[in-house]
């Protein structure tokens, strides 16, 4: 593999993950603070509110896995190593 | 160019069992899904095999399962129209859960294979895109068969300026599937062995019971969107 690829896709992949991180990072944060005062406002549908949160919360985390997979193909799966 | 790895990580490396030039197989994908479904099968036979009004262990761990998916659609679907789908919904679920188990439960790193590494099958991107493509076409013949022609109406809803979007979505919804499950699952086995290669002992198992929770909400998740794209569809 050309060494400028190389440093271009290392860089590149944490690019990826590093920009993937901070949408889903504020969305999970207020969702889980959200679903916390959601609880202590009604104890009693603690279950309920912690499956929808779960179940978005892995929705939401989603979208770092888009990022993650953008940078484990340019890291193992490099399409440009020719 | 020379480098120095701190430690030799696979991905994307496979056991081919080749028929032809083009044609070939992944040996320790096929491998360890074969196993899934037959234990799978043996588990759930067993399970329904011999109903009482007390159910045994075992046949309360099927029970609970069975309210488990039969919510998620019911939520989805409606209740009118679930139970044609409860099947293909639950077969999902089950081989999903039973795959992304397969690969943390069992050690496989002890059986040692001339290529690649066994693990679990949904770490191997055909697997979850074959889910997801099976997804798409039942969402496609469920509209069929309850909408009849008048399914292509969904296209042009709610304005006929909508067209492109909504035939990107078709493309779109199979991919974000079969990226999520893929990337959830690679990207727990990862972790665990990039951490085993720091820390080998005792510091990677809470690391592991993480990524066993995460794939269960994994297979969930496949499952709550596979309803929801039928719900979608039929409503």
């Known amino acids: ?82 | 160019m020379s480098t120095i790895l701190l430690s030799n990580i696979d991905v994307g490396s496979h056991l081919y069992i080749n028929f032809t030039e083009d044609l070939h197989l992944h040996g320790e994908t096929l491998f360890v899904s074969t196993l899934v479904v037959v234990f799978l099968s043996i588990f759930l036979f067993l399970g329904t095999s011999d109903l009482k009004k007390t159910p045994g262990a075992l046949q309360n761990i099927v029970e609970v399962i069975y309210d488990l998916i039969k919510s998620v659609a019911i939520t989805q679907m409606g209740p009118s129209y679930y139970s044609q789908f409860l099947p293909f919904i639950a077969t999902i679920f089950l081989f999903i859960l039973g795959c992304n188990w397969a690969g943390a439960l069992i050690p496989w790193k002890l059986i040692e294979i001339p290529q690649g590494e066994f693990a679990a099958p949904t770490n191997d991107i055909n697997t979850t895109a074959c889910l997801a493509i099976l997804t798409s076409l039942t969402y496609f013949g469920a509209g069929f068969k309850i909408k009849g022609i008048g399914y292509f109406a969904r296209y042009i809803k709610p304005t006929p300026l909508l067209l492109p979007i909504n035939i990107i979505e078709d493309f779109t919804k199979p991919l974000s599937l079969n990226f999520r499950l893929f990337g959830n699952i690679v990207a727990d086995e990862l972790t665990v062995t990039v951490i085993c290669s720091v820390v080998p002992l005792f510091i990677p198992v809470p690391i592991m019971v993480l990524g066993l929770f995460a794939s269960t909400i994994q297979a969930l998740i496949f499952a709550t969107l596979a309803s929801a794209y039928i719900g979608e569809v039929i409503e």
């Open chain 1, 1 to 82: 593999m050309d060494s400028i690829v190389a440093a271009a896709s290392v860089l590149a992949a944490a690019i990826a993950v590093g920009f993937a991180g901070i949408g889903p990072g504020i969305g999970q944060g207020n969702a889980a603070g959200q679903a916390v005062e959601g609880i202590a406002r009604q104890p009693e549908a603690e279950g309920k509110i912690r499956g929808t949160l779960l179940l978005s919360l892995a929705f939401m985390e989603s979208l770092t896995i888009y990022g993650l997979v953008v940078a484990l193909s340019l890291l193992f799966a490099n399409p440009f190593a020719g």
